[in-house]
């Protein structure tokens, strides 16, 4: 069959199964697989075990498996990432977080990622300031094992360790972090329930619904700052629509200063920031 016939058809069954853009995924799928672009080779002859290979993806992708763990891969901040589904797949919004880190870190600081999942946030500030020095945590191993994957095919440098949130450091880190950033999970339960299917039946639930609510958990994060920050040293936490106002608050009532947020692509407050007392 050419290339043409098989995204027609594989588009057809991607519809049906509700997979939204179902004709660029079916494109997108066939050029992963068979490396053909459809629309530049509509005529290219698909030899039949690729042609079975592509069927076997595109039903995949029917039952809702999202692209990035199909290839297994997923560009954040420049970087390809491999992504499993220990992992949350980065999210564009992030590198929002990555963006004022860059902003935020002074030359040579002791910087650290909580919840680090692909080591995506991480990695992103490794391969863009090599005079950082990062560690990276996660309570999950199997995250940790795909963001050690990811730093040593890249060849950066991560310290990281296993753990819940700040508990995960070691004790002789308390008080020596210049930065922290923290995209933390901050879907609430209800709320997880209406998501789509690629979310809900593929990405981990720990990394997207925090078992105390998002409040209480951002509440573990920002009331560890003044233990691990250095006098001076900033927190940075991604948050979710329509969470900035009372995460500004936490972070004030929590001792920080200079909490501001930050607006993303789509005029979202995402990025909230703010500093320990000097
Ligand atoms: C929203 S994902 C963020 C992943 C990655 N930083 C990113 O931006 O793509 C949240 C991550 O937090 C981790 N996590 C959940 N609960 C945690 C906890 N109590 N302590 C540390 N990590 C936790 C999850 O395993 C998951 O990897």
Redesign the pocket.
């Known amino acids: 069959m050419t290339s043409m016939e098989l995204v027609a058809d594989a588009a057809d069954r991607l519809a049906a199964a509700g997979v939204p853009a179902a004709g660029r995924e079916a494109r997108l799928l066939l050029r992963a697989v068979a490396s053909v672009d459809a629309r530049l080779h509509p005529l290219a002859e698909i030899p039949p075990e690729v042609a079975g290979a592509y069927a076997a993806v595109v039903e995949r992708r029917a039952r809702r498996e999202p692209y990035a763990y199909i290839t297994g891969r997923r560009e954040?901040f420049g970087l390809s990432l491999e992504v499993d589904r220990h992992?949350?797949?980065?999210?564009p919004e992030?590198e929002l977080?990555v963006e004022r880190a860059l902003a935020l870190a002074p030359r040579g600081a002791m910087t650290c990622?909580?919840?680090?999942?692909?080591?995506?946030?991480a990695l992103a500030l490794a391969a863009q300031r090599p005079d950082l020095q990062l560690t990276a945590?996660?309570?999950?191993g199997e995250?940790l094992s795909v963001a050690e994957r990811n730093a040593r095919r890249l060849g950066l440098r991560l310290r990281l360790f296993a753990?819940?949130?700040w508990a995960?450091l070691p004790a002789s880190d308390r008080g020596t972090l210049d930065l922290c950033t923290?995209?933390?999970?901050?879907v609430d339960a209800a709320d997880w329930l209406g998501l789509d299917p690629e979310v809900r039946s593929w990405e981990?639930r720990?990394?997207?619904v925090?078992p105390e609510g998002w409040g209480c958990?951002l509440h573990r994060l920002v009331a560890g700052a003044a233990e691990w920050l250095k006098p001076g040293g900033w927190l940075l936490a991604?948050v979710g629509v329509g969470q900035a106002l009372a995460a500004g608050d936490l972070f004030v009532r929590n001792g920080l200063t200079e909490v501001r947020s930050h607006h993303d692509l789509a005029g979202i407050p995402r990025v909230i920031e703010g500093r320990r007392v000097r």
């Open positions: 954040f992992v949350l797949i980065p999210r992030t977080l990622d909580l919840c680090t999942g692909s080591g995506a946030v945590t996660d309570i999950s995250a753990g819940d949130l995960a923290c995209n933390p999970p901050y981990p720990q990394a997207l925090p958990f991604e």
